[in-house]
């Protein structure tokens, strides 16, 4: 910077220098001095031959001082040579060093895009880069050091830039670290610790592991991290919904035929044939791997019975409580699900609690709160379903 100004200040003395003595300045000699000066404060070589850097420094005020003091044109001339000629020197031994350090730097710098997963982010872009950076290295070992320093230099700003446009990218891991969670949310649901410990345990570890590598900017360990654990967490929900809708089934089967073996099974006949429908469903389904959709059309099955039956026996309660139930006597409580081929109905669903679907009204007007149009119910909404009367 402050050769800069001590430039600029000759410029502004050159015009006074050349009308006072009236001979030309060596502009061509003073402005290769400058480049060869500046070439070496490009590369930092005072850091490597902070003497001689200095020495020329002293050299380029001394040449600013003889024009200052109207000295002989030829003097100025060979002043600026001489400068000129240590500069080019320098450069010489600097050269070699600067590029090594500038290769230095850049491969730092790709090591740290990759860190935050810049590769795979930006795979072009970092392709680009690390062919800017092997050919900056085969500068290298060619000699052509002033190529390699600047290959190097170019690699250096793109693997920086590619750098911090990962970091920005950083939230992508903090969503999938999220989705995981969730995972597990719902695998635990279906009773994961009982079913697959050892791939919840591993699940949890890993997440705890991405978070860590999250907060830190270690997104290609984080991903890779959230990656095992999402591996993890998707195995235990899948097993633990198969062997639940398996156990499901059992339930279900075993309490349509305690119903169908009751003193009420003739007046319940209706609401068998129904129970009995949405069980061929739901061991379809297991059947054909969709074990989601089993669980809830086995539960299904037994709250067409829960309804009917106005009053779970004890094995009936344990069911309805284990699906969240809950019967205040008054209201026996259904979930809408999505059924082959649409989803529920409250017309469908007046049929099957009451063998009338022009009841759906009573359905209705007792979930006003969550219905707001009688034409459009959710599957996972819980209706209160009122007795029959």
Known sequence: MKMRKLFGVLLLVMPLAFFACGDPLPINEIMAARAALDANTEIKAGKYFPDEYAEIISDFGSLHQMMMDGAKIDGIRSSANAITKKADELYAKSIPLAAEESIEIA???????????ADEFFTDEFNMAEDVFRNAIEEYEKEAYAEAYAKAFDAQNQFEDLRNNSIAQK?????????VNRTLEIAAQYDSAKHAPD?????????????????????KR???????????ADAALALSLQITAGDELVMSREFIDKVKASPKARELSDGIDAAE?????AESALEEGHFAESI????????????ALGEPGDDGTALAQRQGQIDDGEYAMYRVVRRRPKTDTLWGIAERFYQNPRLWPRIYNSNRDIIKDPDL???GQMLKIPRKE
């Not at 939230?171 to 989705?179: G, P, Q, W, Y």
């Not at 429908?277 to 469903?281: A, N, Q, R, V």
């Not at 809830?296 to 309804?307: G, K, P, Q, T």
Request: net charge negative; no cysteine.
């Open 199 to 219: 791939m919840v345990e591993l699940a949890t570890e890993n997440l705890e592991t991405a978070q860590s590598y999250y907060e830190n900017l270690e997104l």
């Open 222 to 232: 984080g991903f890779a991290a959230v990656e095992a654990a999402r591996l993890n």
């Open 277 to 281: 429908e949405f069980y061929e469903i």
């Open 107 to 117: 491969e730092e710098l790709m090591e740290l895009a990759v860190i935050v997963n």
């Open 377 to 379: 119910i959710f599957p």
């Open 296 to 307: 809830d059309f086995s539960r299904e099955a037994r709250n067409i019975l829960f309804a």
């Open 171 to 179: 939230d992508t891991l903090k969503d999938a670290i999220t989705e």
